[in-house]
């Protein structure tokens, strides 16, 4: 898994002098910083946000992630209008622009030559800028939740936004803490907490999770901000110890996990034909096998649903579509997946943990970490008529992985409707093992994966059980 990481909610501010932030993780260890500005020009008010963090993981050179953004609010109507943002590392840039059309968003996508456009409704009152200007309004002591639509740029989708007081208050006097979380229709995405000032409503830090480490968002001044930042790994930070090490006739048989929720927030964990959940209070048991999971019956319109190619499943891409034809003749939609997963490992030669490409882009590139394989595996399925989703969650490694051993790690892999059961087909560990734990589906854009580590966070690991071994 590559380096899939969200910036922090553009807060627009009111002052023409720029606002700084470190980005620390929770041990201390400084890696970036952030700044917000704005001016007005031409009957608008220009926010610029601007995040720089230095990653390198161990097969990789480090390098500069940076992200810019630009809100243009309307001093007339008091809407955005249009958001341009641009982001990446030397090597690899991309740029996200949106334009209000009436009741729609226009949401543009660049990469390289690759240009992806949609168009998307727009309910009444969405929040552009991430719910700031409704949470500087909103008096928690009154009414302790804020619920709205709020457009999310990357995912190219309108999704529901809560922002509720967080259960542990910081002790200044001056500060709230609220915890904000995300949904997909009912299923819970993200879960971050941020502190506020109660007066003006600014934003003075900002978390965000990931499996093993946290990230903080502090304001600072500049020379601060800037100075003394240090590489930082993603995918190390991002692995937990394992409770027991296990043995390989663990891994081939039915293991079964117990855990608990932090911080009381609980949320539902997906199924699949590999994975049986059953939720007991503020306890989940997950028993995962090859044949644990229920069989799930699914309409032919949620079918449809998982053979549609996205920005990031592009399964209507002439070399995937061109790929994909090759199995064309072959007998069962499973030996199709096997067929087609051993186009995709033979084509992503080359590992690289930098970033997060789409299927199209990790064809061409021809490199990339189990991210890329899983959403090449995909688009391949989709292509081939298969309904497919991208799975993300957690996997164990025995051997040293990246400095670490015997540890969980943040994964992805591919899961194809089979039969009427999800199926894992996993082709950058080489198949399915009973460490294979869920927690997140989607259509393969970074928020559905960022999901999985920051649910994954909120699990407490309370008992691990071989059940039976094969």
């Not at 979380?181 to 819970?188: A, N």
């Not at 502090?218 to 790994?233: I, P, V």
């Not at 025995?398 to 894992?424: C, M």
């Amino acid at each position: 898994m590559g380096a899939v990481l969200a910036i922090s909610p553009a807060m627009s501010v009111s002052a023409s002098d720029a606002v700084w932030s470190k980005i620390v993780t929770d041990d201390g260890r400084h890696i970036g910083y952030t700044s917000r500005s704005s001016e007005t020009k031409d009957g608008y008010k220009i926010s610029y946000n601007y995040s720089q963090m230095k990653i390198r993981e161990k097969e990789s050179k480090a390098r500069v992630y940076v992200n810019e953004a630009r809100y243009f609010k309307n001093m007339e109507t008091g809407q955005i209008d249009r958001i341009e943002r641009e982001g990446g590392y030397k090597g690899y840039k991309s740029t996200l622009s949106y334009e209000r059309d009436g009741d729609f968003g226009i949401i543009v996508r660049k990469t390289g030559k690759r240009v992806v456009q949609k168009r998307i409704p727009l309910p009444a009152n969405v929040a552009i800028d991430n719910g700031a200007h409704l949470i500087k309004t909103q008096d928690f002591s009154v009414d302790l939740k804020l619920s709205f639509d709020n457009l999310n740029l990357s995912a190219m989708t309108v999704e529901r936004v809560t922002v509720e007081p967080a259960p542990k208050q910081n002790p200044a006097p001056h500060v709230l803490s609220l915890v904000r979380k995300t949904y997909d229709g009912d299923r819970l995405l993200t879960i971050n907490q941020f502190d506020v000032d109660k007066t003006s409503g600014e934003m003075l830090t900002y978390e965000m999770d990931l499996l093993n480490r946290k990230i903080l968002y502090l304001q600072a001044d500049e020379k601060s901000a800037k100075s003394g930042t240090k590489s930082f790994s993603v995918i190390r930070s991002s692995m937990i110890p394992s409770p027991h090490k296990i043995l390989k006739p663990a891994l081939n048989g039915n293991i079964r996990y117990r855990f608990s929720f932090a911080d009381d927030v609980t949320f539902e964990l997906p199924t699949s034909g590999e994975q049986k959940v059953v939720r007991a209070g503020n306890f989940i048991v997950l028993d995962i096998c090859k044949t644990c999971g229920p069989d799930e019956k699914l309409s032919p319109a949620v079918l449809e649903e998982w053979k549609q190619p996205t920005a990031w499943l592009e399964s209507d891409d002439p070399d995937i579509q061109k790929l994909a034809a090759k199995v064309r003749d072959v007998e069962t939609p499973h030996e199709k997946m096997v067929q087609l997963g051993r186009f995709a490992r033979h084509r992503i030669k080359d590992a690289d943990f930098m970033g997060h490409y789409s299927a199209s882009e990790a064809l061409k590139r021809r490199k990339g970490d189990c991210g890329e394989d899983a959403l090449l595996l995909a688009a391949l399925g989709r292509a081939a008529g298969i309904p497919t989703r991208v799975a993300a969650g957690m996997v164990y490694s025995r051997a040293e992985y990246h400095g670490a051993s015997n540890v969980f790690l943040p994964h992805i892999w591919t899961q194809a409707y089979i039969d009427g059961r999800w199926t894992t087909y996993d082709i950058s560990l080489g198949g399915f093992d009973a460490s294979h734990i869920l927690t997140s589906v989607g259509h393969g854009d970074p928020r559905s994966i960022s999901s999985s580590t920051q649910l994954g966070k909120r699990l407490k690991w309370e008992q691990m059980v071989s059940v039976k071994s094969k």
